[in-house]
């Protein structure tokens, strides 16, 4: 499991940027008081805590938009299996971009997740294309 060590302040104490790590010979303002007994000032927390969450969401959002794109084109008559041809790809990125970003060692931007299913959904559906034409269908 990929951990980042991060900065815990005490609750008595300002709380600093998200981010910020005190440098080398930093010390408190002596007006905050010392932290509680046994606080951690360093704490271990997952890289990527919230990775299935955005991975999903951004699934599900390109889906979604996708969907409607699909309504529009087929003027309503996309049916059942349409739409769900369509979801397949966008659910496996989804799971992809999950199991990638999960274990990861260092944070991912939320900016990256939609881009990297985006990419990897148009990779299974160029592949699912391919797949469909040497079959003949």
């Known amino acids: 499991m990929a951990k980042i060590t991060r900065f815990n302040a005490p609750p008595n ?5 998200t981010g910020w790590a ?3 010979g ?10 509680p007994q046994d606080w951690p000032l360093w704490v271990q927390e997952r890289a990527n805590p ?5 991975a999903s969401a951004s699934a ?4 979604l938009v996708f969907l409607l794109i699909a309504l529009v084109v087929t003027r309503g008559g996309l049916g059942a299996r349409g739409a769900g ?4 790809p966008f659910l496996l990125a989804g799971v992809i971009v ?3 970003s999960w274990p990861a060692r260092s944070r991912w931007p939320g900016w990256l997740y939609p881009i990297v299913v985006f990419g990897i959904t148009i990779v299974l559906r160029a592949i699912s294309v391919v797949g469909q034409q040497a079959n003949g269908g």
């Open 13 to 17: 104490w300002p709380a600093p940027p």
């Open 22 to 24: 005190p440098p080398a």
């Open 26 to 35: 930093w010390q408190p303002d002596p007006a905050w008081g010392p932290p």
């Open 50 to 54: 919230r990775a299935w969450g955005y």
């Open 60 to 63: 599900c959002a390109f889906y």
């Open 85 to 88: 041809e369509l979801f397949g």
């Open 98 to 100: 999950g199991l990638i």
